[in-house]
């Protein structure tokens, strides 16, 4: 099934992809970020908007 | 840490400081939650502010200022110089010591400050918002407050869990990463914007001297166009060709909501301020005197709904009537310049940059440089017309 893989080791904890999710899938920790699977509806904006491409489409 | 408050504030940065500062000297019992270990760290910022700005809402104080502004340069895709002689001359801040000042100012103020506390949750009663559910040092607490402030910037979700409607659409968010980087020659006067569909789609490059070898060197580019090419790639390329021999000393990654103001900004028990409300200038992406104008406002009417017992979304409601009525209109104005400026082309760019470099300099004003831009764009016409017309 496809998935958001997060690399978190690239992550810089910015939260930009947090306020253009349209279901509120994505949580940031001070230094952890994590998506809900349950809620997320694999519509990539956080893939497209991320400033360092931490975000990756999984098949 | 198991206390009940009047005012709860989430995030302290700049906005969330100022409210909870003038919410305390009102008289509010209040609580400031920030969830990093460290406030003003990290600084995702170009911190580049105009004096006349800043001083509307703070006592400035010299250590805050790395460097005074005297013009700003617009720079073509063709390399054509436009001097702006701005009467709103600025400063490029510290803003380390700057946010970290504004938490103390609070403090100062009576304000309780809990760092590394991850709001995770709000508490209800009646249908209002009541509180908050924190995440403290491997601690879980629920903490009783008559109003939540929620200044969570732009990763904000506490809007979210009250029903606001906060997300950002993709082309609205502008996606940004900034170097602090030093072994750099610049004349430490101007701050300079580089506008280009080449190196920036949908956005500008920023270079900020902090001093005569250290600059804030950044990008932020629409979201539409990011998912061809990240910032990150696109910032690289411009300091390895504008500054070869920089060290990068720092790299942060952000996002600015550049977006229209939201519809509704509170509700029972809630307010939202700064990032979380989408207040930065849609046009420059600026925010810091801005988020701060309006949070004194949310701060002053918090204070005044706890001495009145009454913290409804109608008596909160009295902070975004303020903020409409004071700048609502240059926000809006600022959001369809915006648009317009983005769909001109390089090549829009390059003839209006030669037509105003035939300008005496010392005319160099906003309105000069948008009228000649008008003249060499007559397509744009339309917008830029609606643009002035929406004038405050």
């Given at each position: ?59 | ?56 809402v703070v006592d400035l104080r010299p250590e805050w200022i790395a460097n005074r502004i005297e013009a700003v340069r617009l720079i073509a895709p063709d390399g054509t110089i436009v001097k702006v002689q701005h009467e709103d001359i600025g400063f490029i801040l510290d803003r380390k010591r700057f946010d970290y000042d504004l938490a103390m100012m609070a403090a100062q103020q009576g304000v309780k400050i809990v760092t590394k506390a991850y709001v995770c949750g709000l508490l209800r009663a009646n249908g209002a918002v009541a509180g908050v559910e924190v995440l403290h040092l491997g601690h879980r607490y629920q903490i009783p407050a008559k109003i939540v402030i929620g200044a969570d910037g732009v990763e904000s979700r506490v809007g979210r869990w009250a029903g606001l409607k906060t997300q950002v659409r993709l082309r609205d968010m502008e996606t940004c990463v900034q170097m602090v980087v030093s ?210």
């Amino acid at each position: 099934m496809k998935q958001i893989n997060i690399k978190n080791d690239l992550c810089d904890f910015c939260g930009t992809c947090v306020a253009v999710c349209p279901v509120d899938a994505i949580e940031l920790l001070e230094a952890r970020l994590v998506i809900d699977y349950q809620t997320c509806t694999v519509c990539l904006n956080c893939v497209k908007v991320c400033p360092l491409r931490v975000l990756e489409l999984t098949a | 840490m198991n206390d009940a408050y009047d005012i709860i504030v989430v995030g302290a940065g700049p906005a969330g400081s100022t409210a909870a500062y003038y919410a305390a000297q009102q008289g509010a019992k209040v609580l400031l939650l920030e969830k990093d270990r460290e406030i003003g760290i990290p600084v995702r910022c170009g911190e580049a502010v105009g004096e006349k700005g800043i001083r509307q809402v703070v006592d400035l104080r010299p250590e805050w200022i790395a460097n005074r502004i005297e013009a700003v340069r617009l720079i073509a895709p063709d390399g054509t110089i436009v001097k702006v002689q701005h009467e709103d001359i600025g400063f490029i801040l510290d803003r380390k010591r700057f946010d970290y000042d504004l938490a103390m100012m609070a403090a100062q103020q009576g304000v309780k400050i809990v760092t590394k506390a991850y709001v995770c949750g709000l508490l209800r009663a009646n249908g209002a918002v009541a509180g908050v559910e924190v995440l403290h040092l491997g601690h879980r607490y629920q903490i009783p407050a008559k109003i939540v402030i929620g200044a969570d910037g732009v990763e904000s979700r506490v809007g979210r869990w009250a029903g606001l409607k906060t997300q950002v659409r993709l082309r609205d968010m502008e996606t940004c990463v900034q170097m602090v980087v030093s072994n750099v020659t610049l004349p430490r006067q101007y701050c300079d914007f580089y506008f280009s569909n080449q190196l920036a789609p949908g956005g500008y490059i920023w270079v900020f001297p902090k001093n005569d070898h250290l600059a804030n060197v950044g990008l932020g580019i629409s979201g539409e166009f990011a998912a061809h090419k990240p910032p990150l790639a696109y910032l690289k390329e411009f300091v390895a060709w504008r500054f070869p021999q920089a060290a990068i000393l720092t790299m942060v990654a952000g996002g600015v909501p550049c977006a229209p103001l939201m519809e509704e900004v509170v509700t029972d028990g809630l307010m939202l301020i700064g990032d979380a409300a989408h207040q930065a200038n849609p046009l420059t992406g600026g925010g810091i005197v801005l988020s701060m104008l309006a949070s004194r406002m949310a701060g002053m009417v918090a204070a005044e709904a706890i001495r009145e017992n009454n913290v409804s979304k109608q008596r909160l409601a009295a902070y975004a009537k303020q903020w409409e009525k004071t700048h609502g209109n240059s926000h809006r104005r600022s959001y369809r310049l915006k648009d317009a400026v983005y769909k001109l082309t390089d090549d829009d760019l390059n003839r209006t940059a030669a037509a105003i470099a035939k300008i005496p300099p010392e005319q160099h004003t906003i309105i000069n440089i948008f009228k000649t831009a008008l003249m060499q764009h007559p397509r744009l016409i339309p917008d830029i017309i609606k643009v002035f017309l929406g004038g405050n």
